[in-house]
């Protein structure tokens, strides 16, 4: 019903900048949160930034200050402004719509990934 086309990866140097976008699409009435997780080789997809409806945004303390969350809703589009990057960012990255939640409950959606690498 919903689906999200995730584009932006790459391979870059270290201190070099990245944007990721992530444009869902489908019968889509309300999006309250997305947001983007990344997952390492072997490790746990963690958060990386959320972006919720009414714009409150939450980051992980490792990307703090480096990345940017943003929101265009005419195209129900989430970017990630990834800046300084770090070969420790290096990882799958996936993205996250929320709709049609029931208080906390939602239906979550995801993207098919992007491969970030930095590397020198």
């Known amino acids: 019903q919903v689906q999200l086309v995730e584009s932006g990866g790459g391979l870059v140097q270290p201190g070099e900048s990245l944007s990721l976008s992530c444009e869902a699409s489908?019968?889509?009435?309300?999006?309250?949160?997305m947001g983007w997780y990344r997952q390492a080789p072997g490790k746990q997809r963690e958060l990386v930034a959320g972006?919720?409806?009414?714009?409150?945004?939450n980051y992980a303390d490792s990307v703090k200050g480096r990345f940017t969350i943003s929101r265009d809703n005419a195209k129900n589009t989430v970017y990630l402004q990834m800046n300084s990057l770090k070969p420790e960012d290096t990882a799958v990255y996936y993205c996250?719509?929320?709709?049609?939640?029931?208080?906390?409950?939602?239906?979550?959606?995801w993207g098919q990934g992007t491969q970030v690498t930095v590397s020198a």
């Open positions: 996250h719509a929320d709709v049609r939640c029931s208080g906390s409950v939602c239906e979550r959606y």
């Open positions: 489908g019968s889509i009435f309300t999006i309250h949160a």
């Open positions: 972006n919720r409806i009414g714009g409150s945004t």
